[in-house]
């Protein structure tokens, strides 16, 4: 988000001074003000950006210093992502993005135990005051709001407790729209997105080693054999416990997608495809060691392709699927490289694409 999108001038509302006589006349925002940014932040269709917008709105609404946003992974305690908008010496609010073992630890354990406990906090600061809100979706708390601010909160606490609410109901939404049902993973709707906000990222790192954009198509072997033997509840089984060795193999900023039927699809960074191709075995074989109840052994072909700048998904998934149907003529158990393969040859222009449907 540009400088031109996290700073803004606005005015806020007075509070009636006989209602609440000890609070400052800026801390409650007018309802007007309140409404358009309300329209502002769940016009966003895209979860990162709806993140921003609330730091950003609630800041700008409450006259705060600071809006921490902490969210916990998708059916999980671990903390995801923490967004955070700061208003600088000039006044002007600024939203960043902190990767959760890079956070203030003592942030970090305030908005876990908010979490934890499910319970609203006020305080006193030697230097202000602080509010903490957790979000709560079917009772239980998926992210939690920070505000702190050099005047009382008090009568902001039922406009954060609102956003809270318009946020864990809308983000609901949005997560049915964009993960598959059965796995919780992302779908093959949110694809371009998620592979245009990975190469943004690439494009945004200021230190380190170069790391390119990679994309995986992975295939469970057989899979047909095992409903036809099992039946499709069996499947279903072996499908989600896939995804949960998924989740456990992968690191945090990797996207996973369940394709469609046995067909997945993993985008990551890497500097180098050497490193690609040991991540991917490294999964490939703890699969083909595990005993799925019922089924027993179950393999998985991997197929990968560098993601270009300029790539455009069916471009890139038809690279990585030619490298798939490799693998699965080969002897299946496999992971092939497009590249490498192109390089020596192995992949002629009669190849036919394989099992993915392309956009």
């Not at 709806?50 to 600071?66: N, P, Q």
């Not at 390119?212 to 057989?222: M, T």
């Not at 192995?346 to 190849?351: D, N, S, V």
Request: hydrophobic share 45%; charged share 25%.
């Amino acid at each position: 988000m540009d400088e031109s999108q996290t700073t803004h001038d606005h005015d806020v509302g007075r509070v009636d001074p006989g209602a609440m006589a000890a609070v400052p006349a800026a801390a409650a925002p007018a309802h007007a003000h309140v409404l358009d940014s309300v329209a502002a932040f769940t016009h966003h269709r895209d979860i990162d950006a709806l993140d921003h917008s609330l730091v950003l709105s609630l800041a700008e609404l409450a006259s705060a210093s600071r809006v921490s946003l902490a969210k916990r992974v998708v059916g999980g305690s671990e903390v995801e992502s923490i967004v955070q908008c700061v208003a600088g010496p000039d006044g002007r609010c600024r939203v960043q993005v902190i990767e959760p073992p890079l956070a203030d630890p003592s942030l970090l354990a305030r908005l876990d135990r908010r979490m934890e406990q499910v319970q609203i906090a006020v305080e006193q600061l030697p230097a202000g005051y602080r509010l903490s809100v957790p979000m709560l979706r079917e009772g239980r708390a998926i992210a939690a709001l920070e505000m702190d601010s050099g005047m009382p909160l008090g009568a902001v606490r039922p406009l954060a407790e609102g956003f809270a609410r318009i946020y864990a109901n809308y983000t609901a939404l949005l997560h049915e729209s964009e993960r598959d049902k059965l796995t919780g993973l992302y779908n093959r709707r949110s694809l371009e997105r998620q592979l245009q906000r990975l190469l943004q990222q690439k494009d945004q790192a200021q230190a380190g080693p170069s790391r390119e954009v990679w994309l995986a198509i992975l295939d469970i072997d057989h899979f047909k054999h095992i409903n036809d033997s099992y039946g499709h509840i069996y499947g279903d089984e072996v499908i989600l416990l896939l995804a949960q060795q998924m989740r456990a193999c992968f690191r945090r900023g990797d996207v996973l997608f369940r394709f469609g039927g046995e067909e997945f699809v993993i985008l990551f960074a890497a500097a180098a495809e050497a490193t690609v191709k040991a991540v991917l075995e490294r999964f490939r074989q703890k699969v083909a060691g595990y005993v799925f109840p019922q089924v027993g052994r179950v393999t998985v072909s991997i197929g990968y392709a560098h993601v270009g700048r300029s790539d455009y998904p069916g471009n890139v998934l038809d690279r990585a699927d030619k490298a798939l149907y490799f693998a699965k003529n080969h002897g299946r158990n496999a992971t092939w490289g497009y590249e490498s393969l192109d390089a020596a040859g192995a992949i002629g222009q009669a190849l036919a694409v394989g099992t993915i449907d392309l956009f």
